[in-house]
């Protein structure tokens, strides 16, 4: 009973396999919007202020690390949580795959989501005019919160691979 009750547990990883799959589609959703802002940028490109073009280039710089972090989080979760990805030894090959264990994972998603929100604070910074002073505090406490807990999850990481 007991080694049936493991191998059922043990297969249940595969329902993980759909979410997985289903950040592609995310990833595509995103890959949408991308374009329909550059769409809206081009035909206005000869008008539009250098400050509106800047907020506009950090929100698809935005979307691009966003992106980054889905590919991540859906390969890496797959490979260490379902399944080895079996790709071959191709040049197209990312190299960081099959090297990234849960602890690295949570590490690098931390580093990108301090990357995703010093791209949003920059946003209201050059935004200032049109953004209560009370709002900006609360951007930069939560920015300041993104850091240290990345810091700390670092840190935590670093002491517990030392022993």
Same mark, same amino acid.
């Given at each position: 009973m007991e080694r049936i009750f493991e191998k059922l547990?043990?297969?249940?990883?595969w329902i993980m396999a759909p979410i997985y799959l289903g950040l592609s589609l995310i990833l595509l959703a995103l890959g949408i919007k991308f374009f329909q802002e550059i769409l809206h940028v081009l035909p206005n490109i000869l008008t539009i202020r250098e400050v509106?073009? /800047?907020? /506009?280039?950090l929100s698809l710089i935005d979307i691009a690390l966003v992106g980054g972090l889905i590919v991540m989080v859906m390969?890496?979760?797959y490979e260490n949580f379902v399944s080895r990805l079996d790709v071959g030894e191709s040049e197209d090959k990312l190299g960081w795959l099959g090297k990234l264990d849960a602890g690295s994972l949570k590490n690098k998603v931390a580093a990108?989501? /301090?990357?995703i929100s010093s791209i949003h604070l920059l946003k209201v910074f050059m935004n200032t005019e049109n953004i209560p002073n009370d709002k900006i505090k609360w951007y930069l406490l939560i920015h300041v919160t993104f850091v240290l807990s990345a810091f700390a999850m670092g840190y935590l990481d670093k002491i517990t691979k030392g022993k």
């Open positions: 547990m043990y297969s249940s990883r509106d073009l /800047v907020l /506009v280039t390969f890496s979760g990108s989501i /301090v990357a």
